[in-house]
T-cell receptor
């Protein structure tokens, strides 16, 4: 069945450094790849997404890249700030079923 | 700004009891999802509705869980009987139908089974 793997599970960086989180997906019919940020006790909130017809998308300090051939996509956060500390989830949505499958999450800690 | 509404926010129950969660999606969102999130893990899809029809419930433990969306608007997820392993956050989300776009999540219902 569909599967999304996410690495690393935890990531600690110094304030101002960059952070990279990587995901791989199994369903070749996936055509939409969102990234969600979840703060402790709160709902997941979309921070950026990318569709399968695009290789890269950037929004201020956040960027996502997609390699459809390798079935990889990555989140890049530059100039990290303490408020970026949270759990980040990648996800992949099947164009065939509309089903959104989440990765296992990455706990990002930005040290001031 | 429109939001997905869920209730209750918190529920504590004893095992073998029945529990129900309610979700009201954003108006006009025909696709509704119930996810279960165990602490420290990613959300796991339990059931997906398109209007009042179930389009995927392959991960729903049907011996104890049921979900309905009778009029294609709000939805109820029920657990009977609850087991210790059901302790988790139950998240409802909605999206526009047949488009590739964002899922909007509710605040969730946190269940603790004692």
């Amino acid at each position: 069945g569909e599967n999304v793997e996410q690495h690393p599970s935890t990531l600690s960086v110094q304030e101002g450094d960059s952070a990279v989180i990587k995901c791989t997906y199994s369903d070749s019919a996936s055509n939409y790849f969102p990234w969600y940020k979840q703060e402790l006790g709160k709902r997941p909130q979309l921070i950026i997404d990318i569709r399968s017809n695009v290789g890269e998308k950037k929004d201020q300090r956040i960027a996502v890249t997609l390699n459809k051939t390798a079935k990889h996509f990555s989140l890049h956060i530059t100039e990290t700030q303490p408020e970026d500390s949270a759990v980040y989830f990648c996800a992949a949505r099947s164009g065939a079923t509309n089903k959104l499958i989440f990765g296992t999450g990455t706990l990002l800690a930005v040290q001031p | 700004e429109a939001e997905v509404a869920q209730s209750p926010r918190y529920k504590i129950t004893e095992k073998s009891q029945a529990v129900a969660f309610w979700c009201d999606p954003i108006s006009g969102h025909a696709t509704l999802y119930w996810y279960r999130q165990i602490l420290g893990q990613g959300p796991e899809l339990l059931v997906q509705f398109q209007d009042e029809s179930v389009v995927d419930d392959s991960q729903l433990p049907k011996d104890r869980f049921s979900a309905e969306r009778l009029k294609g608007v709000d939805s109820t997820l029920k657990i009977q009987p609850a087991e210790l392993g059901d302790s988790a956050m139950y998240l409802c989300a909605s999206s526009l139908p047949k488009t590739v776009g964002e899922l909007f999540f509710g605040e969730g219902s946190r269940l603790t089974v004692l």
